[in-house]
């Protein structure tokens, strides 16, 4: 029902900027929440940032005041604007939707893009 389509990884230098976008498309009954997560060689996946349909916003402690999510509900996208990148940021970044199922908002699933490979160099 839902596909998630990510953009904007890529090859930067410590302490510089990538934003990183996902594009939603597909019939639902209303997002939950948008986010993303990264995963790298080795380690565990884990949490970045994460927004919920009401606007509360989490980041992860490792990236607290470095990166910066937001919305445009219009364009349903999620973007994630990573500033004063350092190479342990280096990883695969996934977006992730949680979408309702049902019109009554009982039932609800996850959908992940494909993934975008961001390679912070020292």
């Known amino acids: 029902q839902v596909q998630l389509v990510e953009s904007g990884g890529g090859l930067v230098q410590a302490g510089g900027s990538l934003r990183l976008s996902c594009a939603a498309s597909g019939s639902h009954f209303g997002i939950n929440a948008m986010g993303w997560y990264r995963q790298a060689p080795g380690k565990q996946r884990e949490l970045v940032a994460y927004i919920t349909s009401g606007g509360s916003i989490n980041y992860a402690d490792s990236v607290k005041g470095r990166f910066t999510i937001s919305r445009d509900n219009a364009k349903n996208t999620v973007y994630l604007q990573m500033n004063s990148l350092k190479p342990e940021d280096t990883a695969v970044y996934y977006c992730?939707?949680?979408?309702?199922?049902?019109?009554?908002?009982?039932?609800?699933?996850?959908?992940w893009g494909q993934g975008t490979q961001v390679t912070v160099s020292s």
């Open positions: 992730n939707a949680q979408y309702y199922r049902d019109p009554y908002h009982l039932r609800r699933e996850d959908y």
